[in-house]
């Protein structure tokens, strides 16, 4: 279900955010979730609730004599009223459009405040299914048919990358909280996937520690000894052959995982999946293998437990 900040609600629906939030206050008919970084979330549902009480308000009603039907009941109604409606869409692909444009034109300036735009207005798991995701297979279609420029394709990575890094730094723990260290093997220099769960974990609850791109082993046992860490992440996208794949996973199941917890993903682990048979460390290939992992982690748990539904976003960070 996607996630919408009041802002794109606001757009969406042509009625002012302050207006939303006098409704929120006073009638409680929705109660927007508070993401980790305190802004309001608007689910579908409450998008299709608020959608039928602006119909009804321009049909003559007032807000108050809706609000003592009910949320249930408003619901309801809505739903019949919407099978008559035409679907109200966000503005994803107007972003989604602007993003390549300003990618193709090489405007630095323009790729970060249309990416801040998109942060403030949906939920990061919204922004990355609905905007990110298809941003970035459009930009690379357009490179695989020779219309976008390596250059282009390597600043607006470089951009998201860097609003990646701002989100994960601007949410600290308030409690105590098991640490997961997150980093990509020596070699490995593509961090999107890696920092999308990273993201996606200290909003659950975890305490990060980001060490990025192209960490030798040696410096990975060095962070674990010293951060005694709960959970270590690693992202292992591209491999020059099967070869150098078997031989990064068979020196990290060696010299480390046996002693610390270490779960690994990427598109060559998908790609040889089948031919590695570690002894400690976890693979993660899969959507499925993450979230149905009978070890998954959690903050304050001792054992399995079920996994958030911002986690199931994990796919990035096992697929790219």
């Known amino acids: 279900m996607a996630r919408y900040r009041i802002k794109a609600v606001s757009r969406m629906l042509g009625v002012r955010p302050e ?15 508070r993401a980790g970084n ?14 039928y009480i602006c119909q009804q308000i321009d049909q003559g009603r007032a807000i108050g004599e809706l609000a003592v039907e009910g949320r249930e009941a408003l619901l309801r109604q809505s739903a019949t ?10 503005d994803h692909a107007i972003l989604i459009d602007a993003l390549l444009e300003a990618a193709q034109r090489f405007d630095k300036n323009r790729l970060e405040a249309k990416l801040a735009e998109g942060a403030a207005l949906y939920s990061f798991a919204t922004l990355l299914k609905a905007v990110v995701t298809p941003w970035m297979h459009r930009m690379g279609e357009l490179w695989a048919a020779g219309q976008l ?8 990575t470089v951009v ?6 701002t989100m994960l730094q601007a949410t600290v723990p308030v409690a105590p909280a098991p640490v997961l260290l997150c980093a990509c093997p020596a070699g490995e220099r593509h961090e999107l996937g890696l920092l999308t769960f990273a993201y996606i974990m200290q909003q659950v609850g975890w305490h990060i520690y980001y060490l990025g791109a192209d960490l030798p082993i ?18 292992l996208t591209h491999a020059v052959d099967q070869h150098s794949c078997l031989a990064t996973v068979q020196e990290i199941d060696t010299l480390c995982a046996g002693t610390f917890p270490i779960w690994i993903g990427g598109q ?12 400690w460390l976890q693979l993660m290939p899969s ?34």
């Open 218 to 235: 040696h410096e990975l046992q060095y962070a674990c000894q010293h951060l005694q860490p709960a959970l270590v992440a690693l992202s």
């Open 19 to 33: 207006l939303l939030r006098m409704w929120e206050k006073r009638y409680h008919l929705f109660k927007p979730q």
């Open 81 to 90: 009223a919407d099978a008559h409606a035409p679907a109200i869409q966000p």
């Open 160 to 165: 998201l990358t860097q609003r990646l890094l």
């Open 287 to 320: 959507l499925h293998a993450a979230c149905t992992h009978p070890l998954w982690p959690a903050p304050g748990s001792t054992g399995s437990t079920q996994v958030q539904p911002e986690a199931a976003l994990v796919k990035v960070a096992v697929q790219q």
């Open 38 to 51: 305190r802004y309001r979330e608007f689910d579908d549902e409450d998008v299709q609730l608020l959608r």
């Open 149 to 156: 420029a390596v250059a282009s394709e390597r600043l607006a």
């Open 268 to 279: 060559a682990l998908a790609r040889y999946h089948h031919l590695l048979h570690p002894h």
